[in-house]
């Protein structure tokens, strides 16, 4: 599901690799696995469903095809001549926030074909997913879409948390985890019920159409019982939130759980920025999402795939614009000099990331440094500022940097070249 700092707009919730409980909060208030079950009624969503997104940032909506994932129609069996690609991630491959055609792994198939290899990228993105998920998701879609090379997009603090009955006990301060468990309650259930899908509950649903007016109202329920349950400390961020802001919030514009989850947030996030391999708690997370990393890295080779694991950058690390929205509004409390720098210029998030990529021995991906460079050229922002997610220029810039990890290994050695 969120990021900007990391957000959770529907699609995306907010967790770093420490926190394996967090996971609960994916599924709880973010996750938007449209239920069936597979493949007679969708691999991930309802076909047939659309979605209609609509807040204070964006206006956009998001098909699912007959197969079950967001995209263009397409056969389960791979085309003959052409490489199959599938991403796996959450919100941020899901492509929320943009329409069907923006999404990274739909710009990285054009990228591949202006190059000229023939290239089928299909977007396996679920909404509100995590490492813990991932795994199911590829022991279901790769023998049944039989693709040459997946892409597993790792957001850099929720996808590290795989276990979601892991205990925190210990690791973070009551008033944190007791933070987690408010912001869970704020749950999305009631939002699209055919929408969402529960780990180990597989429902035939039918297709449905998800309008915006519906969700306006979910969000708007929602934060008047954060208000009403508001701390001083919450009570006091509501109130320096710019004025027009704190008006979309009340209007439904804007999911709340960006601002009940933020002193839970803001103490895993610190928890993890300063780690040095003396937490068994964040050890524990660490050798758990790489044991899922391995799992489908094995899954992947029985069917002849390979695996290529790309460390995706939440926003607030390459973009100074939504850090500093963030470190003023969203962290609580606000962040200081030395959480803004570890987080705009350092690289630490990234380290784990790529740590456990790599102890997994999976081939690994940077694009935190090409994003960086990507928002510093760019005029149009390539995150939402305050849902955080990626623009559509975000997208591309995601969708060129790995394009860039391709380029001289799986495009060089196995993908087609055009005829055309």
């Known amino acids: 599901m969120k990021p900007g700092w990391i957000r959770i707009a529907f699609g995306t919730a907010a967790v770093v690799a420490s926190a394996g409980a967090l996971a609960l909060l994916f599924n709880a208030v973010a996750g938007r696995f449209l ?41 389960s069996d791979p085309p003959i001549g052409r490489a199959r ?13 943009v329409n069907d055609e923006e999404p990274w792994p739909h710009q990285l198939e054009i990228l591949c074909a202006e190059s000229g290899h023939d290239v089928e990228v299909l977007n396996l993105g679920v909404p509100g997913a995590s490492l813990y998920n991932y795994l199911e998701i590829a022991e279901r879609a790769i023998p049944y879409l039989q693709p040459d090379l997946v892409i597993l997009g790792l957001l850099q603090l929720d996808d590290l948390a795989p276990d979601p009955m892991m205990s925190l006990e210990g690791a973070l301060p009551e008033s944190a985890l007791e933070r987690i468990a408010s912001a869970a309650g704020l749950t999305l259930r009631s939002v699209a019920p055919n929408l969402y899908y529960r780990l180990g509950r597989f429902e035939a649903r039918p297709a449905e159409t ?22 001083q400390s919450d009570t006091a961020r509501i109130a320096a939130l710019p004025e027009e802001v704190r008006r979309d ?29 003396d937490n068994p708690v964040v050890d524990q997370a660490l050798a758990l999402a790489g044991e899922r990393l391995e799992a489908i890295k094995r899954t992947a080779a029985r069917n002849g795939a390979a695996v290529l694991a790309v460390s995706l950058p939440i926003a607030a690390s390459v973009s100074p614009a939504c850090l500093d929205f963030d470190a003023r509004y969203l962290l609580e409390p606000p962040a200081d000099d030395a959480t803004r720098e570890a ?16 102890r997994a021995g999976v081939p690994g991906c940077r694009v935190q440094p090409s994003l960086r460079a990507a928002v510093a050229a760019s005029k149009a922002p390539l995150f939402f500022l305050i849902d955080g997610h990626p623009t559509a220029a975000g997208h591309r810039a995601i969708a060129a940097a790995i394009f860039e990890c391709l380029k001289d290994g799986f495009l060089a050695e196995s993908a087609p070249k055009s005829l055309s």
């Open 249 to 277: 919030f009340e209007r439904g514009l804007l999911n709340p759980v960006l601002l009940s989850s933020a002193g839970g947030i803001s103490s895993v996030l610190q928890l993890l920025l300063q780690y040095k391999h």
């Open 85 to 97: 690609i599938l991403a796996i991630g959450d919100s941020f491959t899901f492509g929320f926030g």
């Open 210 to 231: 998800w309008n915006p007016e519906q969700t306006h109202t979910a969000f708007r329920t929602q934060y008047e019982q954060y208000v009403a349950n508001a701390s």
């Open 35 to 75: 239920s069936a079950p597979w493949p007679e009624h969708g691999l991930l969503f309802a076909p047939g469903s659309t979605i209609h997104y609509d807040t204070r940032e964006f206006q956009a909506v998001a098909h699912i095809n007959t197969l079950g994932f967001r995209g263009p129609e397409t056969s």
């Open 343 to 358: 987080l705009g210029q350092g690289t630490k998030l990234d380290d784990v990331s790529m740590e456990v990529i790599e």
